[in-house]
Nanobody
């Protein structure tokens, strides 16, 4: 079992940047594929990005491709989401999640553990 805690959210102007962090504790971090999801008010939670256990493979939602970068530091038990060129439509609560399989999954149901989320608000 792994516990996840996100941080780094906040208020930023459109065009700005933020870096989210997700710190893991409990089980061995490097045995999990890690994902980022987000949920805007009144909308369903949606996939943002995912990264393989070793950090070599990544996958992104089309809406964030070329603007967001997911990375991980297994020595620090942390996964990151660098968000650049932020838009008002990126406003949401961002969640990290852990998946014990080897696939880069985009569905919520594939992930076994979730953090509590961190709010990102992008003003126009």
């Amino acid at each position: 079992q792994v516990q996840l805690v996100e941080s780094g959210g906040g208020l930023v102007q459109a065009g700005g940047s933020l870096r989210l962090s997700c710190a893991a504790s409990g089980d061995t971090f490097s045995t999990y594929v890690m994902g980022w999801f987000r949920q805007a008010p009144g909308k369903e939670r949606e996939f943002v990005a995912t990264i393989s256990k070793g950090g070599v493979r990544t996958r992104y939602a089309d809406s964030v491709k070329d603007r967001f970068t997911v990375s991980r530091d297994n020595a620090k038990n942390t996964v990151y989401l660098q968000m650049n060129s932020l838009k008002p439509e990126d406003t949401a609560v961002y969640y990290c999640a852990a998946d014990y399989t080897n696939n880069l999954q985009t569905s919520l149901e594939a992930y076994d553990y979730w953090g509590q989320g961190t709010q990102v608000t992008v003003s126009s």
